[in-house]
Every structure is written in structure tokens, then in C-alpha cells.
């Protein structure tokens, strides 16, 4: 009988083990699906590129956008006073 409340003891300890293993697996898997639920957002794709442009001027910047041999681009502006920023 000693040795039948030892193996019980053993086996409720293993148990008990068991559970608060299963429960912490549980809670963090809940925490995995509340984040899997919430949208993602990803980065957008710039409308423009921004280029270096020394004394930036919103006309010499639609020139400079549209290269030597092309027409002004429309879209174009200035970032700051050194910075173009040519549409995508």
C-alpha cells in the first residue's frame, strides 16, 4: 500500500507538471493569434525619389526631373532647398 501512495504522488506531481506546461503553451499561443489578427501595415512606395539638387528651385527642379533631352516633369518639387523630389 506504501508503495501504491508513493507512485500516486509521482504520478499527480508529473501531472500538475503537465498542466502548467500545457496552460503557459496555451497563453502564448493566444498572444501569437492576437497578433496574427492585427492588420500588418506595410511600407507604401514613395510617390517620388528624392535627388541631391543644389539650390533647388521648383522650376529648375521639373528640368532636372526630366532630363536633357525630355519635356519638365509636372510633379516634381523641392524637398528643401538642396533636394528634388522626382515622381515615380
Keep these: 500500500m ?9 504520478l499527480c506531481c508529473f501531472m500538475a ?3 502548467l506546461v500545457m496552460a503557459a503553451t496555451l497563453l502564448s499561443s ?5 497578433e496574427m489578427d492585427e492588420p500588418h501595415s ?11 539638387f543644389p539650390n533647388c528651385t ?10 536633357d ?5 509636372p510633379g516634381a518639387f523641392c ?4 533636394n528634388c523630389c522626382c515622381p515615380i
Aim: with cysteine; glycine share 4%.
Design 17 to 19: 507538471a503537465l498542466m
Design 42 to 52: 506595410f511600407p507604401l512606395p514613395a510617390s517620388c525619389y528624392s535627388k541631391h
Design 69 to 73: 533631352d525630355m519635356p519638365p516633369v
Design 2 to 10: 506504501v508503495m501504491l501512495k508513493k507512485n500516486t504522488s509521482a
Design 30 to 34: 493566444c498572444d501569437a493569434c492576437k
Design 79 to 82: 524637398n528643401d532647398d538642396n
Design 58 to 67: 521648383e522650376e529648375r527642379c521639373k528640368k532636372f526631373c526630366g532630363g
